[in-house]
């Protein structure tokens, strides 16, 4: 069932239900501005994956309490019944912005900015940061491994590893938004118009007689999609000149090989591929697919890629469908402004002994600076909502922790862009979202403004990411605010 299809209301902490009825007994539900984001990038990458954004859209499309969820609720005896039939009545009716999916983002930025009574921001909050948290932390993954594999084919493998069924479908979603040309997963195929591709088992070859007969009765099935496994008894001696006995036939049969090849589940696979191009270069199939999986991840690819191994496509599953060395994305969801009697934002700011815990106050927007002449991205900008600029003119940047950091941008030099669309307004949604092979292409493209040195996989370069002049007053201000009065 599609998430378009289900009612996600009680998809959410207790604490979001229990602050609302407080507020709602205290008559406060006054609109305000919450901002996601995340605080570092996974895998001690140099950039993220946004994704998540369509199933954020069906889940606030379908947000309400049906009476099915009202009797649940008030079986747990906290909440009132004047509460209740308030929820019972209860819809989206506010704004929200995102940065659309498959955009690369950076840490601290809003990826989606909620603007809304309190009441139905703050229920929002857990929801919202599980879908973006979870296929964010997924397209990245994937992006880096597909950085790996240099310009070769990536395939999700990983549905029978996933924690468990959304997982696993959603994962491989946000997989192909991040780089990946299909997946196993046949359920994600049908719900998002994605390629699914596959091989066979080692089962396959077990359960008949030999090898050469499993991978005969293979082709004759499939002889345009025909990659066999060549490692179930032996790989050199048996495997591979039973594949070239194969295709063999085929090409002598005159069956059109316009996909074929091999693919090794086991073993060292940087000295097990070159032997496998030589023997098939040398049976007349230069043009034979060498695919490899095996606890594939982007390290173990670089590695092989360095060691020459002519691998070809690659088959990732566990370290990619559940980002195995760093399992979360750690987005957050914080307060940054509550509107006055006068319709003014007010900023708020969350202070905290942990630098990176401090929150940026106030109503505000993103915009991605990209050097003109190499369309690279220069900087991201957190400005105020209603600030604007002027391309023509010398902007100035500095880092907002180590501000004596500063560069300054000459006029011309550089151009900018939004990051933040809208996507509800007065709670209908006015955004329509792209396929996922669209999405995956427009972060394709996303991926080229990065420079080479933020895209490496170990120790990468950083892109700035600054506070306007205007903020960042903000901020101080209220830095000084909040140390002069008896907290």
Known sequence: MIMSTLNLSLLTDLYEL?????????????????????????????????????????????LHFDEEDISYLRSLGIFAEDFLEYLGTFRFSGDIYAIPEGTVVFPREPLVKVIAPIMEAQLMETALLNIINHQSLIATKAARVCYAAQGDGVMEFGL???????????????????????????????????PVKGTHAHSWIMSFPDEYTAFKTYADLYPSACILLVDTYDTIKSGIPNAIRVFTELRDAGVALSFYGIRMDSGDLAYLSKKARKMLDDAGFPDAVISAS?????YLIESLKLQGATITSWGVGTSLITSKDCPAFGGVYKLAAIQNEKGEFVPKIKLSENTEKVTNPGNK???RIYEKYTGKIKADLI??????????????????????????????TYTMRELLVPVFRNGECVYTSPSVMEIREYCSREKETLWAETMRLVNP??????????????????FNEMSNREL
């Not at 996933?162 to 046949?186: E, F, H, K, L, M």
């Not at 095996?294 to 982007?298: H, Y």
Request: aromatic letters at 12%; a negative charge; charged letters at 20%.
């Open 18 to 62: 229990t602050m609302m009825q407080g507020y709602f007994k205290s008559n406060t539900n006054d609109m305000v501005v919450f901002d996601a984001y995340y605080r570092t990038n996974p895998s001690n990458g140099g950039y993220a994956v946004c994704a998540g954004l369509a199933q954020v859209i069906d889940y606030v499309k379908n």
């Open 160 to 194: 029978r590893r996933a924690q468990g069924p959304d997982a696993g479908t959603y994962g491989a979603r946000a997989a192909v938004i991040g780089g990946c040309i299909g997946t196993s997963n046949v359920l994600t195929g049908q719900l998002f118009d994605v």
């Open 294 to 298: 095996n606890d594939l991840d982007e």
């Open 365 to 367: 927007t993103v915009y």
């Open 383 to 412: 400005c105020l909502a209603d600030e604007t600029f002027n391309v023509e003119e010398d902007l100035r940047l500095f880092d907002p922790v180590e501000t004596w950091k500063k560069t300054r941008l000459p006029g011309g």
């Open 461 to 478: 370069h950083h892109v700035y990411i600054d506070l306007s002049d205007q903020l960042f007053q903000m901020k101080t201000d209220l």
